[in-house]
């Protein structure tokens, strides 16, 4: 395990990480970050700004080009996935690529039968989540006969069940409805985990984080601090965020 | 709305409907009861059976017996017929020209090619549906449990497992593209530009499949891992099981002595 500054666990250490797609895009470029274990961290930034391919990168589902990613300690490979994929969360964008299994109980099952979660425990979180998060009427449904509000909420279901440690939520709370999108910001102030969100929704950052790491349209960190940089609009507004 | 567009809207509906089955697969019928290690076997023998003769009076039982799994399984014969009949239908097409020859400068009919072309269209009605019949009564999850009881190549269940998962995802991503197109279509196109923007739609089609699917198998990834390892279940042996053993074995019987007699 990696400790710097001698308290807090660093949950994630990434030095100079950079990205270039297959086909030359600059995903982003030379990002330095340290996440301690339980800090709540907004990405925010334009889009195209890069919010999606860091949470990519710092989940370890994409290796960077150039740099290195620490997460919990472990460099992420073949022989540590298991264990990462235990202990992290990735809710995607769109639902519709996160969703895959004929029906929604299925998709609830996925993850715990692929971590080897014996069959009885797992169906006794399900049903509590899918109680607790009142989606038992649609568990037989095919996901993609849902409204993008109930799919966004089965995919945030499916990260946070097993209560993993690290959770990352790229745009939580884009198009959904009022509801839903209160259901979704409570989830994400009570989880005790530690909580990446990539956003470019200001009003949402006061209620679910605890620093900020602007991004802007340069693929680069802006700003890197508290939450006083929502207060900074000249700087928002060089970001493309305002 | 043009003929290749309103045929690919069609036809993606069609393969849409044709996996999503959660209407049926749940009812408490006969073939949902039955444990799939069972169901399985049973009707993949029952599927080869009707490809080892050309006879109609052996084919024509299992009419009957599919009736029989259509009624038992509180299945609508309204909504199994609307999945099934285009693929006897298809196949009615592509054969048919066996029951015409040239003769001299004209074209003569055949009568026994008729017969054949009906015969095969028939043999492929039982075929697909029995398939039919496991898809509407089989959770996903079962059949691809039941592969691996049956120690089927992991290989052979990814691929299964990845045809299944992208096949939603190719349709709907077509459905996507032609809605889009039809929104955005202010006038009647000519032939060739029909084909010009099917060809377009097509390539962008693949370009989307593409990238979409390689978020997918990021999203698997960050879920537990690429290969689909579904829960097994204890083997179920109980009354109905031991029915359908002895129905399929006195059915299969039945055929053989009746085929070599």
């Known amino acids: 395990m990696v400790y710097l500054g001698g308290s807090r666990l660093k949950a994630i250490v990434a030095k100079d990480i950079s990205y270039t797609y297959p086909d030359g895009t600059v995903g982003i470029e030379k990002i330095s970050l340290q996440i301690e274990d339980g800090e709540r961290v907004v990405l925010l930034g334009p889009n195209g700004s890069g919010k999606s391919t860091l949470i990519m990168l710092l989940s370890g589902l994409i290796s960077p080009s150039t740099g290195d990613v620490e997460i919990l300690g472990y460099k992420p490979n073949k022989k540590n996935v298991e264990f990462l994929r235990r202990n992290i969360g990735v809710v995607f964008q769109n639902p519709d690529d996160f969703l895959f299994n004929p029906t929604v109980k299925e998709e609830l099952l996925y993850t715990p039968a692929q971590l080897g979660i014996p069959f009885d425990e797992a169906i006794e979180i399900a049903e509590k989540f899918a109680k607790k998060f009142e989606i038992e009427g649609i568990l037989e449904k095919p996901p993609f006969r849902l409204s993008g509000g109930e799919k966004k909420k089965i995919s945030i279901v499916c990260s946070i069940m097993l209560e993993p440690r690290i959770l990352f939520l790229d745009e939580p709370t884009a198009n959904v409805d009022g509801k839903t999108r209160r259901k979704i910001l409570g989830i994400i102030e009570k989880s005790k985990s530690t909580i990446i969100t990539a956003t470019h929704e200001l009003e949402i950052v006061p209620r679910i984080a605890e620093r900020i790491v602007l991004l802007g349209i340069d693929k680069k960190i802006k700003a890197d601090g508290g939450l006083e940089i929502l207060e900074n609009e000249k700087l928002l507004e060089e970001a493309g965020v305002v | ?261």
């Open chain 2, 1 to 261: 709305m043009d003929l290749i567009d309103k045929s690919l809207k069609e036809a993606t509906n069609f393969f849409h409907n044709f996996f999503a089955t959660e209407k049926i697969v749940y009812r408490d019928g006969f073939l949902q009861k039955l444990d799939a290690r069972f169901k399985i076997p049973g009707m993949l023998v029952l599927l080869i059976l009707p490809l080892s003769t050309f006879d109609p009076l052996k084919l024509s039982p299992m009419f009957f017996l599919i009736a029989f799994f259509i009624l038992s399984s509180k299945i609508e014969p309204k909504l199994f017929l609307s999945r099934v009949w285009l693929f006897p239908l298809f196949s009615f097409i592509v054969v048919l020209p066996k029951a015409f020859f040239f003769e001299g400068w004209g074209i003569g009919f055949s009568e026994s090619g008729l017969i054949y072309a009906l015969i095969f269209s028939m043999r492929v009605f039982i075929a697909v549906s029995i398939l039919s019949l496991v898809i509407l009564t089989t959770p996903f999850s079962e059949i691809i449990s039941t592969l691996r009881f049956f120690r089927v190549p992991e290989s052979f269940i990814s691929v299964l497992v990845l045809t299944y998962r992208y096949i939603t995802l190719t349709f709907s991503e077509m459905l996507r593209i032609l809605l889009a197109r039809e929104s955005r279509r202010v006038k009647r196109l000519s032939f060739s530009e029909v084909w010009k923007n099917g060809g377009n739609a097509l390539g962008v089609l693949f370009i989307r499949i593409l990238e979409r699917s390689e978020r997918v198998y990021l999203s698997s990834l960050s879920r537990g891992g690429f290969r689909h390892k579904p829960y097994t279940f204890p083997l179920k042996f109980r009354p109905i099981e031991a029915f359908f053993i002895t129905f399929v074995s006195g059915f299969v019987w039945w055929f053989i002595w009746e085929v070599h007699v």
